[in-house]
């Protein structure tokens, strides 16, 4: 097994050979959301950098379902500006496109805004000390839910509901590079639905057509927390919120659309 989530193809800049380890938990055929959305972030972060820019929102769109293919990883600069710009970046097989994201990069203040402390995002969560590793139900042996380490401040798997979870990578997102800070968040913030899953796994599929992450500040260390909650419908739509945090305090929000269906 290759010890990260995507190994890039010497031959083609853009191209990157999915591994295991970007395998979802319900097919062998299928990637879990989190890598090929990370992905994104890691080909967006190098699209045009500018010094003294930071990406505050990703908007992942979902196409269909990611195969355990190669991918071909492209980003673009579709709106510049002095302060603000809009990044597009796409993920394609050789059938076509399956997940595409717009990005906003926006110029950080010089010197900082002098802001009083009662206007500044504040509430803190402790993460857990180490703890038996809790791995997702799943019959796969190998996956996205191997490649990362789970840690519950409250709920689990086995306790449906709300849930605040601490999500380590185990492993790069791309192999011979350090996870950023925004693919690490990124990589996260698609688990928000699978650790606050409040209808029973083996009847019910919820699956998310998209991932919205807006940061107002990027993390710092290995772990991301997400206070995730599932909110479903009768009407077979729901949603999945997390209020992102560091070790240090409140990062910024994700949220995911959901369609609810009975398994079978």
């Known amino acids: 097994m290759t010890d990260a989530f995507y190994v890039p193809d010497p031959a083609d800049p853009n191209r990157f050979v999915s591994t295991e380890l970007t395998r979802g938990p319900w097919s062998p055929d299928a990637q879990h959301a989190g890598p090929p959305s990370a992905l994104l972030g890691h080909v967006i972060e190098r699209c045009a950098p500018r010094e003294g820019f930071q990406v505050g929102r990703v908007a992942v769109e979902i196409l269909g379902p990611v195969p355990l293919a190669p991918l071909t990883a492209e980003a673009k600069v579709v709106r510049s500006g002095r302060s603000v710009e809009l990044i597009q970046a796409t993920l394609s097989t050789e059938r076509g496109p399956v997940m595409q994201a717009n990005a906003w990069r926006l110029k950080l203040a010089e010197p900082p805004l002098d802001l009083p402390p009662e206007f500044l995002p504040s509430g803190e969560r402790t993460m857990p000390a180490a703890q038996e590793p809790e791995v997702f139900p799943s019959d796969q042996k190998i996956g996205f839910h191997t490649g990362i380490e789970y840690r519950f401040a409250s709920g689990s798997f086995a306790a449906p509901g709300p849930a605040v979870c601490w999500i380590r990578l185990k492993y790069p997102i791309v192999a011979g590079t350090t996870p950023s800070p925004l693919e690490r968040t ?61 070790e240090t305090g409140p990062l910024g929000r994700s949220t995911q659309t959901l369609l609810i269906a009975p398994r079978g």
């Open 186 to 246: 990124l990589a996260a913030a698609d688990s928000g639905n699978g650790v606050s899953a409040v209808l029973d796994w083996s009847k019910y599929l919820f699956i998310n057509t998209d991932l919205t992450v807006t940061l107002h500040r990027h993390p710092v260390g290995d772990w991301v927390c997400l206070d995730a909650v599932t909110h479903p419908q009768p009407h077979g739509i729901g949603l999945a919120e997390s209020a992102l945090f560091d």
